[in-house]
């Protein structure tokens, strides 16, 4: 199993996908172009494998056709049988062997009925798709607001010390509108410090610590301190302050 071998490749406007590798193996995940990625994996001697898809949507999806091209013997592993060029579909709870490393499979329907996480547990790496974005969440487009609470619940449970890797750089907006919610940029302070030097000396706000949102990111965590507190002053349940918060992104 490798460790932490994850190059962060940007797509289209504001999407990631991610390509994981040891020695001379890859998966990739979410191709949404293929040629960043088929260029990355040719500089670095790299064979691609496997590709892994979160969900149905094409800019998680439209680069796979590129890279069959290239490498026409690729598992592609997804949820749904919908999905074109899909040869393996994975459940909840299932775990596969990918080229490099193990994923254990976490089914977080709400911004699509079929969406899928990859949750690789040796490694401490989660990838996320369109469920979780760092202080954010997807768009419910298909589910329910309450299967995406749930699906969000289901990562608030998971280990802290995970590095979570999202479908799309979102964060300076989602951070924007947090504070516009709370009414008090201070209770926000250190996160914006944080994001504005990474985006200063990266370009990029992934990967991202779990711990971490669990403390911010009152969408995954409603019982955290200001989770608490926003709960108290709006007088509202966890579900009750998720579907506010969803429905006040969906307008801001």
Do not use: W
């Not at 062997?97 to 009925?113: E, Q």
């Not at 619940?153 to 907006?173: A, F, P």
């Amino acid at each position: 199993m490798f460790a932490n071998k994850v190059s962060v490749i940007n797509q289209l406007n504001d999407n990631y996908s991610y390509i994981l590798f040891d020695k001379n193996n890859a998966c990739i995940i979410d191709p949404a172009e293929s040629l960043p990625i088929l260029e990355y994996v040719k500089k670095n001697n790299l064979i691609i494998k496997d590709i892994f898809i979160t969900h149905h949507h094409g800019d998680h999806t439209s680069g796979v056709e590129g890279i069959l091209n290239v490498f026409p013997h690729v598992a592609i592993h997804s949820p749904s049988s919908h999905i074109k060029n899909t040869r393996y579909i994975l459940r909840d709870n299932e775990e596969i062997n990918s080229c490099v490393n193990s994923f254990k499979i976490l089914s977080t329907p709400g911004h699509t009925t079929d969406h899928i996480i990859y949750y690789d547990e040796f490694n401490k790496l989660l990838f996320s798709g369109d469920t979780l974005f760092r202080l954010g969440c997807g768009r419910v487009f298909e589910g329910t607001l309450q299967q995406m609470h749930n699906s969000l619940q289901k990562i608030n449970q998971l280990n802290d010390e995970i590095i979570v890797y999202c479908g799309h750089e979102y964060t300076l907006n989602n951070l924007s509108f947090l504070e516009s919610i709370l009414q008090n940029k201070e209770l926000l302070s250190e996160a914006r410090v944080k994001i504005e030097d990474e985006l200063h000396l990266f370009n990029k706000t992934v990967p991202f610590s779990l711990k971490e949102e669990k403390i911010y990111n009152l969408f995954l965590n409603q019982n955290s301190n200001l989770g608490k507190k926003t709960k108290e002053k709006l007088n509202l349940t966890d579900f009750e302050l998720f579907k506010f918060l969803r429905d006040q992104k969906d307008i801001f």
